[in-house]
Every structure is written in structure tokens, then in C-alpha cells.
T-cell receptor
């Protein structure tokens, strides 16, 4: 069945360091979404990528969708304490089913 | 707009009890879904609905029922609670099946 793997599971960084989380699918995805969940909160939509090789930026966040549409990454430049939370990717297969990755929990040390 | 609301926020059940988790949205979204979130396993889809009167199973539907009599409401029913159903449950809605999902605040359920 469809699986969306996400690494790393946890990441601790000093404030100001960069952070990257990776998402890999066993099959080709039609699109991929990224969500952020603050501790004790609910997932909040960040962005959706649709095209092969697509790159989108939101301030310090850069999202990429791989050329083969099987992987994606989220990179945060110069992390801040407000970046703390768990970041989830969610890949959609050809049948429009959405599969969430296991998430990467980011801790930022001031 | 309240967005997506869920009740209750917390619930403790004994094994074998039944209950309904409520979910409502005021954004006139056609697509609604229920997820459970367990540590280290991300979000897993339980059931979803593409519109009033239409529901379908997701990845982990066993032990749960849903109905969609109106566009606004999408309740999730636990038929006979089991400890394995201890989890955080999120309801989500979107304007279409391909669009961004708006999540409710969640219900934390413990089954003893």
C-alpha cells in the first residue's frame, strides 16, 4: 500500500540554525501538502505543491517537490522559537487518497 | 466564521461503551474527513465524505461509523470502545478533495 515516510522523526536545533525535513513516497504523487502542528494544537495548512520540480517559498520556509514527484522537502532558514512544532507532509496518490507522513518534531533551543 | 468545531475536547470511556464525536463546519465545505493521531504514526484517515449523503472508508475504518445528513455536520460514532481506540481525533474539512484541509481542535479520547 501507499506509504509516505518522513525523516527525521525528531530534530533539535539551536536558534538561528537551519532545519530540513524530508518526505519520501513509494509511489508517484499527484501533489503534496505540508502542515504544521504546534504542541497541543491541530495541523495547520502551509502549502501545496503540484508540479514536478516545483519550489515555493514562504519567508524563511522553502518547499520543494522532486522531479519524479516521489519526494519533497521543507527547509527553514535561521530557525526561531516560533518554528517549534511538528511538520507533516501529506501526499496524494492517483486515486486522490491523502496519506500523511509520520511528522518531524522540531525543537528550537534559544 | 468558527471554522471547524469539535466536541467534546476530552472524553474518557470504559471498554464497550459507545459514543459520538461531533464535528461541524460553517464554511460550506463539501469534503469532510476524520483522522486519528497516535504517537509516531502521523494522521490516519478513518472515514471521509465528499458531500451530504455520501461517506466512504479511509485507511482505518474498523470500529467507527459515520453519517453525513447535512453539509455542516459529520459525526463519528464509536460502536463499542476499545483501548486501541485511545487517540486524538481530528475532524477536517475542505472545499474540494484536492484542496487544503482545515482541521478542528481535536478530541482527546481515552478508553480504559
Amino acid at each position: 500500500g501507499q506509504q509516505v515516510m518522513q525523516i527525521p522523526q525528531y530534530q533539535h536545533v539551536q536558534e538561528g540554525e537551519d532545519f530540513t525535513t524530508y518526505c519520501n513516497s513509494s509511489t508517484t504523487l499527484s501533489n503534496i501538502q505540508w502542515y504544521k502542528q504546534r504542541p497541543g494544537g491541530h495541523p495547520v495548512f502551509l502549502i501545496q505543491l503540484v508540479k514536478s520540480g516545483e519550489v515555493k517559498k514562504q519567508k524563511r520556509l522553502t518547499f520543494q517537490f522532486g522531479e519524479a514527484k516521489k519526494n519533497s522537502s521543507l527547509h527553514i532558514t535561521a530557525t526561531q522559537t516560533t518554528d517549534v512544532g511538528t511538520y507533516f507532509c501529506a501526499g496524494r496518490d492517483g486515486a486522490n487518497n491523502l496519506f500523511f507522513g509520520t511528522g518531524t518534531r522540531l525543537t528550537v533551543i534559544p | 466564521n468558527a471554522g471547524v468545531t469539535q466536541t467534546p475536547k476530552f472524553q474518557v470511556l470504559k471498554t464497550g461503551q459507545s459514543m459520538t464525536l461531533q464535528c461541524a463546519q460553517d464554511m460550506n465545505h463539501e469534503y469532510m474527513s476524520w483522522y486519528r493521531q497516535d504517537p509516531g504514526m502521523g494522521l490516519r484517515l478513518i472515514h471521509y465524505s465528499v458531500g451530504a449523503g455520501i461517506t466512504d472508508q479511509g485507511e482505518v475504518p474498523n470500529g467507527y461509523n459515520v453519517s453525513r445528513s447535512t453539509t455542516e455536520d459529520f459525526p463519528l460514532r464509536l460502536l463499542s470502545a476499545a483501548p486501541s481506540q485511545t487517540s486524538v481525533y481530528f475532524c477536517a474539512s475542505s472545499s474540494g478533495s484536492l484542496d487544503e484541509q482545515y482541521f478542528g481542535p481535536g478530541t482527546r479520547l481515552t478508553v480504559t
